[in-house]
């Protein structure tokens, strides 16, 4: 059981950058797969991108520019910097990891809280 926390969350003004940390309790594999989702009000949790073990990302077009997602080379940590928040942007912000067969298993932080105020 691969455990997931997340911290960085808080409230922040319209315009302010932000960067959220997730921290694996395990080392990860080789083929796994870390990634930020979101949930905002209203709305279906949605991906916002992904990272693998070698630091390729793909974004989800919604990101547009604004989100960056990168990892800490040799430690199970990866970031989203967030810039030029908006308020469509609060919600929660959620790590997933995905592990490859054999062992085939998701995992999910518990999700953190960002508030953008206007």
């Known amino acids: 059981q691969v455990r997931l926390a997340e911290s960085g969350g808080g409230l922040v003004q319209a315009g302010d950058s932000l960067r959220l940390t997730c921290a694996a309790s395990?080392?990860?594999?080789?083929?796994?797969?870390m990634a930020w989702f979101r949930q905002v009000p209203g709305k279906e949790r949605e991906l916002v991108g992904s990272?693998?073990?070698?630091?390729?990302?793909v974004y989800a077009p919604l990101v547009k520019d604004r989100f960056t997602i990168s990892k800490k080379d040799y430690v199970n940590t990866i970031y989203l910097r967030s810039t030029a928040l908006e308020p469509g942007d609060a919600g929660i912000y959620y790590c997933?990891?995905?592990?490859?067969?054999?062992?085939?298993?998701?995992?999910w932080g518990q999700g953190i809280q960002v508030t953008v105020s206007s």
């Open positions: 395990d080392s990860t594999l080789m083929s796994d797969v």
């Open positions: 997933n990891l995905k592990r490859a067969p054999p062992t085939a298993a998701e995992y």
């Open positions: 990272i693998n073990h070698w630091g390729n990302v």
